[in-house]
């Protein structure tokens, strides 16, 4: 690791960005323009956020499945939204073992099509509602500008594809998803984003609705981190998704899809880090905990590592790493640390061997004033206050953070300055005329209207007319 001081945020923030994630070895450049490799830490970081979100889509009566990777063209261009939507960032396969391929085959950039097809095949009956399944996969889009983990060519993630017998029920879904996304993002990766829906311009092609949750990323940047859609019957008509009701009448079905992906590590990089480095969120973090052993000597050193190891022992249930490097001072370890963003460092000398304690660091509290010393006794229970300690203090902090740079401008000059470097939350006529004006002079876009309204009626911060939401706006990843 080079000793080389990381980027300021405040003075470049895109170039922080990017070293603190070579740095810390999260990801590095693939040979491929636009892709990326996804290293072992940067993994692990990944596998948590798997398994939290995979619980809680268990818990609702959603199963996994897996689909193929490639998709008939033909599939695409049946629902005439969707493949407008897709079709500049499409990858086509047309030769295949030596020879031209009859009919020209899509990498997939999301599945609705080829989901849809097999429903088509599995749904007979009202018996067989709702179907509820997801799958972790690779997607790829060929995009033009691309960022680690924000916007790759090629990136993971999972899609959730679900047909019901009523709007009603598929609207149900579209929103406990939301829910569900949101709960995540504020309770385990302690971004405090906002739930909303998508205006009929920023929608996912295809879709009846879109809802999101937006979060604000360290720079006042909007970051869209999951979104889940209300795709009405335009799939299920495409695909012939259709079901005998209990009158023996056939209906087509309504169906939802809904997704998260890897872009949340960068939005855990962006929301937390610091000047130091990544700042990682306990409940996530592939190391929660590190200890350092301190000593001089070997007459120290065998004092010290048996104590380690008990301390070891005693913390099984948390995700622990010892660091002894031998090679390496323990300020060089220190620093290490803090760059990949683990939360808790224990330090154990020969001295907290003698006190029969440890000297615990915060990572999201710099110097002696993250510094505490945990009794050997109850250590576990003191390490698990800790971490939930900082897991909390990472949420308010970019809680506070967001809500100082939200403002509400009443007019078009007020919310064109506003946006250069925060949020507006501003009324809104609900015309694209302007929307698109506001994004072709200020390059904002309404992120999201939130669910909850403040009520009333205001004049729209573009043209005056009289508006009845209000609605977020802001320059985005």
Known sequence: MSEEKLPKRSENFS?????????????????????MVVRPYGWALWENIQKSLDARFKATGHVNAAFPLFI??????????????????????????????????????TSETIIGHMYAKWIKSYRDLPVLINQWANVVRWEMRTRLFLRTLEFYWQEGHTAHATH???????????????????????????PGQKTDKEKFAGALRSYTIEAMMGDTRALQSGTSHNLGQNFAKAFDIRYLDQTNQLQHCWTTSWGVSTRLIGAIIMTHGDDQGLLLPPKLA????????????????????????????????????????????????????????????????SKDVEKHSVMAARRDIPGKE?????????????????????????LERARVFRDANIHQPNDYLALQEVVQNGWAFSWWCGSRECEDKIQEETKATIRCVPLEQPGGEGQCVCCGKPASKKAYFARAY
């Open 15 to 35: 170039e922080w960005y990017n070293q603190v994630i070579l740095r810390a070895e999260m990801a590095d450049y693939s040979p491929v323009r636009g892709c």
């Open 72 to 109: 008939p063209m033909s599939f695409l261009e049946k629902e005439k939204e969707h493949v407008e939507g897709f079709s500049p960032e499409l990858a086509v396969v047309t030769h295949g073992g030596g020879q031209q391929l009859e009919e020209p085959l899509v990498v997939r950039p």
């Open 168 to 194: 009603a029920e598929a609207e149900e879904e579209t929103l406990k998803i939301l829910d569900l996304y949101t709960d995540f993002a504020i309770n385990d990766a302690a971004i405090p984003v906002l």
């Open 286 to 349: 592939p190391i929660q905990v590190v200890i350092v052993p301190i000593y001089r000597n070997d007459e120290q050193r065998a004092l010290v590592m048996p104590y380690v190891e008990q301390v070891r022992q005693q913390l099984s249930a948390f995700r622990v790493q010892v660091d002894d490097r031998q090679e390496l001072t323990p300020g060089f370890k220190y620093n290490d640390w803090e760059l990949r963003g683990v939360p808790l460092r224990l330090e154990i000398g």
């Open 370 to 394: 993250g510094k505490t010393i945990l009794p050997m006794d109850n250590i576990a229970t003191g390490v698990g206050d800790l971490l939930q300690t900082i897991q909390d203090a990472l």
